[in-house]
Protein backbone atom coordinates (compact mmCIF):
# COMPACT_ATOMS: atom_id res chain seq x y z
CA UNK A 1 0.00 0.00 0.00
CA UNK A 2 1.35 3.23 -1.00
CA UNK A 3 1.37 6.86 1.12
CA UNK A 4 0.46 8.55 -1.72
CA UNK A 5 -3.12 9.40 -3.07
CA UNK A 6 -3.57 7.93 -7.04
CA UNK A 7 -4.38 10.96 -9.21
CA UNK A 8 -8.02 9.67 -9.82
CA UNK A 9 -8.20 9.53 -5.55
CA UNK A 10 -6.62 13.60 -5.63
CA UNK A 11 -9.23 14.54 -8.85
CA UNK A 12 -12.01 13.23 -6.25
CA UNK A 13 -10.79 15.11 -3.30
CA UNK A 14 -10.41 18.26 -5.68
CA UNK A 15 -13.52 18.04 -6.82
CA UNK A 16 -15.83 16.93 -4.02
CA UNK A 17 -13.92 19.38 -1.77
CA UNK A 18 -14.86 22.03 -4.47
CA UNK A 19 -18.35 21.33 -4.19
CA UNK A 20 -18.66 21.22 -0.80
CA UNK A 21 -16.38 24.46 -0.26
CA UNK A 22 -19.55 26.42 -3.20
CA UNK A 23 -22.33 24.62 -0.64
CA UNK A 24 -20.87 26.06 2.50
CA UNK A 25 -19.90 29.31 0.98
CA UNK A 26 -23.45 29.83 -0.19
CA UNK A 27 -24.92 29.67 3.11
CA UNK A 28 -22.47 32.90 4.51
CA UNK A 29 -24.56 35.84 5.63
CA UNK A 30 -23.41 38.92 3.72
CA UNK A 31 -22.13 40.10 7.50
CA UNK A 32 -19.41 37.68 7.86
CA UNK A 33 -18.02 37.52 4.63
CA UNK A 34 -15.13 39.77 5.71
CA UNK A 35 -14.30 37.38 8.75
CA UNK A 36 -14.74 34.42 6.07
CA UNK A 37 -12.22 36.68 3.90
CA UNK A 38 -9.78 36.72 6.46
CA UNK A 39 -9.67 32.95 7.39
CA UNK A 40 -9.67 31.89 3.11
CA UNK A 41 -6.54 34.38 3.47
CA UNK A 42 -4.61 32.75 5.70
CA UNK A 43 -5.31 29.68 3.99
CA UNK A 44 -4.36 30.35 0.68
CA UNK A 45 -0.88 31.86 2.88
CA UNK A 46 -0.63 27.97 3.53
CA UNK A 47 -1.76 26.85 0.03
CA UNK A 48 1.18 29.12 -1.50
CA UNK A 49 4.34 27.64 0.88
CA UNK A 50 2.43 24.02 -0.34
CA UNK A 51 2.41 24.85 -3.90
CA UNK A 52 6.56 26.36 -3.30
CA UNK A 53 7.61 23.13 -1.78
CA UNK A 54 5.72 21.16 -4.62
CA UNK A 55 7.68 22.91 -7.48
CA UNK A 56 10.94 22.93 -5.09
CA UNK A 57 10.68 19.25 -4.74
CA UNK A 58 9.12 18.37 -8.38
CA UNK A 59 12.51 20.55 -9.96
CA UNK A 60 15.08 18.35 -9.59
CA UNK A 61 13.10 15.16 -10.50
CA UNK A 62 12.07 17.16 -13.70
CA UNK A 63 8.28 16.35 -13.02
CA UNK A 64 6.42 18.14 -15.09
CA UNK A 65 3.22 17.39 -13.92
CA UNK A 66 4.21 18.31 -10.69
CA UNK A 67 5.31 21.25 -11.70
CA UNK A 68 2.51 22.39 -13.61
CA UNK A 69 0.22 21.69 -10.92
CA UNK A 70 2.15 23.38 -8.26
CA UNK A 71 2.39 26.45 -10.78
CA UNK A 72 -1.11 26.41 -11.40
CA UNK A 73 -2.09 26.05 -7.46
CA UNK A 74 0.79 28.67 -6.78
CA UNK A 75 -1.17 31.38 -9.14
CA UNK A 76 -4.68 30.70 -7.98
CA UNK A 77 -3.52 31.18 -4.16
CA UNK A 78 -1.33 34.26 -4.98
CA UNK A 79 -4.86 35.98 -7.17
CA UNK A 80 -6.34 35.03 -3.85
CA UNK A 81 -4.22 36.38 -1.37
CA UNK A 82 -4.01 39.43 -3.14
CA UNK A 83 -7.07 40.05 -4.33
CA UNK A 84 -8.42 39.56 -0.43
CA UNK A 85 -6.24 42.20 0.74
CA UNK A 86 -7.29 44.38 -2.00
CA UNK A 87 -11.32 43.69 -1.16
CA UNK A 88 -10.17 43.61 3.09
CA UNK A 89 -8.49 47.04 2.66
CA UNK A 90 -11.24 48.75 0.36
CA UNK A 91 -14.19 47.64 3.10
CA UNK A 92 -11.43 48.73 6.06
CA UNK A 93 -11.85 51.86 4.10
CA UNK A 94 -15.33 52.79 4.52
CA UNK A 95 -15.20 52.29 8.37
CA UNK A 96 -12.07 55.08 8.10
CA UNK A 97 -13.06 58.98 8.82
CA UNK A 98 -14.08 60.73 5.75
CA UNK A 99 -11.75 63.84 5.28
CA UNK A 100 -13.28 67.16 6.41
CA UNK A 101 -14.50 69.49 3.95
CA UNK A 102 -12.84 72.79 3.29
CA UNK A 103 -15.13 76.17 3.62
CA UNK A 104 -14.34 78.19 0.42
CA UNK A 105 -14.66 82.22 1.84
CA UNK A 106 -16.23 84.77 -0.45
Known amino acids: MTDALSLNDALWVLLLGSLLGLELIGKVPPTLHTPLMSGANAISGITVLAALTLIIKAGPSGNTTL????????GFALFNVIGGFLVTDRMLAMFGRKPARRQEKN
Do not use: E
Open 67 to 74: MVLGSISL
